[in-house]
């Protein structure tokens, strides 16, 4: 069965940090780029960060450059992703998603996927 399992998330509060990770199991990751995309409550799902299957490219939002930073170890079949300075609007369920054969902005811009995990929940509060 093919699944990508984030975890890392919980409360923190204002300029906090949290590391997200997103193992993949029963496929390995290194053909395909990763991203995380988050899901605030009445928003729609947009893509954070993404990064290519030879981590030679990267995409952050603009909302989260500087803050965030999309990382991978294919030996552990991981992609990580450290969160700075949290905010409030940071709270949302974020999710990351495999997809190969595309660049790393038409997957965040697009919202795009082939596989998908269940998400994580990060609440951002004092």
């Known amino acids: 069965q093919l699944q990508l399992v984030e975890s890392g998330g919980g409360l923190v509060q204002p300029g906090g940090s949290l590391r997200l990770s997103c193992v993949a199991a029963?496929?390995?990751?290194?053909?395909?780029?990763i991203g995380w995309f988050r899901q605030a409550p009445g928003k729609e799902r947009e893509g954070v960060s993404c990064?290519?299957?030879?981590?030679?490219?990267?995409y952050y939002a603009d909302s989260v450059k500087g803050r965030f930073t999309i990382s991978r170890d294919d030996a552990k079949n991981t992609v990580f992703l450290q969160i700075n300075s949290l905010k409030p609007e940071d709270t949302a369920i974020y999710y990351c998603?495999?997809?190969?054969?595309?660049?790393?902005?038409?997957?965040?811009?697009?919202?795009?996927?082939?596989?998908w995990g269940q998400g994580t929940q990060v609440t951002v509060s004092s």
């Open positions: 029963g496929f390995t990751l290194t053909a395909y780029s």
């Open positions: 998603a495999a997809l190969g054969g595309s660049t790393v902005q038409a997957m965040c811009v697009g919202n795009l996927g082939s596989y």
């Open positions: 990064i290519s299957s030879n981590s030679k490219s990267t």
